[in-house]
């Protein structure tokens, strides 16, 4: 049973426009949710995380938002540009050490210009 | 460039065969973790190694075995190797083993078998 679930396989945005990807979990004990970006024959890389502590965290252009109530978090990235084009996996933790991430099966961003 | 590396890159071979994967971590990255995306699949988990020691075993089958060795670099055993076990295969390292650590991941290594 998936844990974390990216429910849009593919996403398809015009650069300068907002790009939202979400990321629905079902354990209410995670802890750490992060989101990275891959690009093919590329490791994904880090992009941004939060904690259950937090409803917001902002980094440039990228914001993540967590709805703990709801057990959904959103990736924000404004304006969106070409280079954003990838997969984006949501992955979470559990509140303890040494924990490995459950990751979702990603969302393919596509942005065109 | 995260400064996980991972090699070899491609590894083509046959079943029933054996490969073993390395990783390398960040400086000064004490734990490492090793994670399959096969096809249609999210990066699963397989084991966690923490100074050495082994931490976590996620999904990882008896065939496959891993280790860290004294200066932390990692290798991931796979034996017996089945088609099914073609793959993507990653290693991220952190600096720790603590709550809410963020984990930087390799260019991962491609696992075809024949």
Redesign the interface.
Known sequence: DQQ?KQNSPSLSVQEGRISILNCDYTNSMF??F?W?KKYP??????LI?I?SIKDKNEDGRFTVFLNKSAKHLSLHIVPSQPGDSAVY?C?A?F????????????TTLSVSS | DSGVTQTPKHLITATGQRVTLRCSPRSGDLSVYWYQQSLDQGLQFLIQYYNGEERAKGNILERFSAQQFPDLHSELNLSSLELGDSALYFCASSYQTGRRETQYFGPGTRLLVL
């Open positions: 974390v802890d750490y992060l990275y024959a590329e490791g994904p890389t880090f995380s904690s996996f992955a933790s509140n303890q050490a040494g924990t490995a991430l459950i990751f979702g099966k990603g």
